[in-house]
């Protein structure tokens, strides 16, 4: 059953952006000072918009604190920033809102180069940081893709696998993985979780593209909603549409709504779970579908 709709980041109707940021060459201090304390403005004003129209699934901008993870930025900013993150936490369980990041494609933990994956763990280090700076709970997750298949896919997973399980538990019980539309399919990703215990996010249009079929959401739900344990919240999907003339796994700008009508409809009833919608109209495509889930005869979201 649909408990919550989420969007991504950006908060259209109000015009919010949390990803201002510099060139490296004009990262010095008080310019990082600056883009912080303003990418920190606008994310209180999305998470104070969230709130006035009950929205209670966001994703954070990976983007809110410009080059977190390089040594150029050596700014304590989770301190010399804690009032407002503090404010900003209590917005949160006012909301309440379920807090959620998702690190980008160069986050893999099962690269062959010791380099890579070392940069890594420092990029869902400060991820991790940020919720805790939040004081979000355990049920604001970091998603995170396997990675590649490097030549030898089962070699790839071997070392997903041996990474995840050298992390701290501070970090391990943040992240949960997500199948992708190239590589590792859900059954993969399914395979990771069983090895690590890490919770599985189902993803639709990447599941469609990897596998060609539709029914995958009755096929896959019952057996990722299976891998979140009470203390990981309830489970979390995302779902997106395809682009028309798009290159294929590109978003479109609203949610089909027959398409997920028909999802919800293979969506296990006995389960609530939260859906991350990820299209380029955001907050705006959320509030339509809601609108017509809330007109229609289906369940209706909170």
Known sequence: MLRHLGYVAMCLTIGSATNRTCRLKNATPERLREL??????????????NVENGVHLYRVSSELIPFASHPINTIPWWDEF??????????????PIRATMHPGQFTVLNSNNPRVVASAIEEIQWHVRLLDALETGPSSKIIIHVGGAFGDKSAAMDRFASVVGDLPESFRKRIVIENDEHVYAIEDVLE???????????DNLH???????????????????????????????????????????AHSDFIDAEEFARYLDMAPRETAFDCMLECKQKDIALFQLRNGLVGSALRKPS
């Open 82 to 95: 804690a009032d407002r993150f503090a404010r900003m936490a209590a917005i949160l369980r006012e909301g």
């Open 207 to 249: 599941d469609r593209i990897h596998s060609g079929r539709d029914d995958g959401p009755g096929r896959w739900l019952p057996h990722a909603f299976a891998t979140w344990k009470p203390e990981d919240g309830v489970p979390k999907v995302h779902f997106s549409s395809q682009a028309d003339g798009g290159r294929v796994g």
């Open 36 to 49: 912080i304390a303003s990418n920190l403005d606008e994310l209180e004003r999305a998470l104070r918009f």
């Open 192 to 202: 990771l979780s069983a090895r690590t215990g890490l919770p599985v996010i189902y």
